[in-house]
């Protein structure tokens, strides 16, 4: 039986993620083993994971999960697009997984798989711009040019993301999609008992972890002893922002550097006190806020343009029997070398090498977002967190 395949950031994993699985499972079978693709150490939204990378995929497995795999930090913290091509291209390379899960507001794919085809018809891109040229934001922009109102939403927005790499990856799998259940994305208030992650994790960094702990797994909290944020790096990032000319801004991805963004970011960069007043110094309509801070954060973790164009390798992060009898399969089926030990990576040559070395720098810098900074060389000595109890 092959495998149902989730993309996630589990920052952390809540009550809704337990939802989403449980949903999934009961659509298709307990007997599906599930193949998670995870966010690492940093995530789309331009921040630090509350906590580092193999502690949640361990809460991912204890709510249900059986494989975890790192999406390597160049498309985790990503646009939509990027960061959805990425993800599922590595599900796709296991060459296990042929059903794909995701939620969504919408709760249908028929919706969903019309906006994709929107936003791949060839008149697309002269709408998008034809609505840029007249000041709309661009997410109001690419709503208009592609004519669908679904578009307007998160986990919407996702799932069409998915659904067209899907398609440009040419990847062979069905499509579920589980209805959004309670609080809305970046919503700080519970709706039904289900609180979005973003609450959940304003009310650990403000101390509040009996609240918290209401909102997700029972025990959960107890994994996470100390919660990072990026505040303990704040001074750290201005400090690269300030020292940047044009050309450096120019080479991060995403740059903008043919709409002359890189200038504009020089000046606010010179200017700001702050993170916060940085990112209102250089919003426009054309650049959010979400596009901003990735820029800023990209340019403190020294990541690059010229990334490939999809992750070439599979890093395991975590699994339990049926993740390990999977993996057993996946050596006949992966289409990727598969990194299941810290050693293995220092086998890796050309591209997989310069990824797995700038995600390895990339976990040197988040060790110093908490409290108490931990030491360099993590990437190199972490193994997967494994759980090999009797399933029931």
């Not at 990027?82 to 993800?87: H, Y």
């Not at 007249?134 to 669908?148: D, T, V």
């Not at 307007?152 to 259940?181: C, F, K, Q």
Request: proline share 6%; aromatic share 6%; glycine share 8%.
């Amino acid at each position: 039986m092959n495998a149902v395949g989730i993309v996630a950031e589990y920052n952390p994993f809540h009550l809704g993620h337990a939802w989403h699985m449980a949903q999934t499972r009961s659509l298709l079978g307990d007997h599906r083993p599930v193949v998670c693709v995870m966010s690492g150490h940093w995530v789309q939204g331009a921040d630090c994971a509350i906590a580092d990378k193999w502690t949640r995929a361990g809460l991912a497995l204890e709510g249900g999960a059986d494989l975890v795999l790192e999406l390597p930090t160049p498309w985790a913290m990503s646009s939509a697009e990027s960061f959805a091509r990425g993800a599922v291209s590595i599900l796709a390379a296991t060459g296990v997984v042929d059903t794909l899960s995701f939620g969504s507001e919408r709760g249908s794919t028929e919706a969903l798989m019309e906006a994709a085809r929107a936003l791949d018809a060839p008149e697309y891109p002269a709408r998008l711009r034809a609505a840029l040229d007249r000041g709309l934001s661009f997410p109001a922009a690419r709503q208009e040019a592609a004519g669908h109102p679904c578009l307007s939403t998160p986990n919407n927005n996702l799932g069409v993301e998915y659904l067209r790499a899907l398609s440009h990856l040419h990847a062979s799998m069905d499509v579920i999609t589980v209805p959004r259940r309670g609080a809305e994305h970046n919503s700080t208030q519970a709706v039904e008992g289900f609180a979005s992650a973003t609450q959940v994790r304003r009310l650990l960094r403000s101390g509040h972890r009996e609240k918290a702990a209401m909102l997700v797994r029972p025990g959960a909290l107890d994994k996470i002893e100390e919660v990072s944020s990026l505040a303990y790096v704040e001074r750290a990032i201005l400090a690269r922002l300030r020292t940047m000319d044009a050309s450096a801004w120019a080479a991060l991805p995403d740059s903008g550097a043919a709409e002359g963004l890189p200038e504009r970011l020089v000046r606010a960069a010179r200017q700001a006190l702050s993170l916060d007043e940085f990112y209102t110094l250089a919003k426009t309509k054309r650049y959010t806020h979400a596009r901003l801070r990735r820029l800023a954060l990209s340019a403190f973790l020294g990541m690059e343009a010229d990334r490939p164009a999809l992750p070439p390798y599979v890093r395991v992060l975590g699994l339990n029997r049926r993740g390990q009898a999977l993996l057993k399969r996946m050596k006949d089926t992966c289409t990727l070398p598969i990194l299941t030990k810290p050693a293995q990576a220092r086998t890796l040559t050309g591209l997989a090498r310069q990824v797995f070395e700038g995600e390895a720098r990339c976990t040197d810098l988040y060790g110093l977002c908490f409290p108490t900074p931990r030491p360099c060389g993590l990437e190199w000595t972490s193994s997967p967190v494994v759980d090999l109890t009797p399933q029931e």
